[in-house]
């Protein structure tokens, strides 16, 4: 096993190594992200809503 020292500072050398996203950058992919989520939602709802009215309607054809 490698010595607890040198552990600490191989890990500090790469964490150095980090590129950090900048705040617009992060602000930006958040946006795109909640709009992905909403647009998928939005289609989802509306898919189960035209698979409720076409099944309600074969399940009143059958009566």
Known sequence: MANPFQFLQ???SEASK???PTRRETLITTGLVVLMVL???LFFVLVDK???VAVGLLLRVGQ
């Open 18 to 20: 980090v590129v950090w």
């Open 39 to 41: 647009f998928a939602s």
């Open 50 to 52: 035209t698979l409720h």
């Open 10 to 12: 191989d890990v500090r």
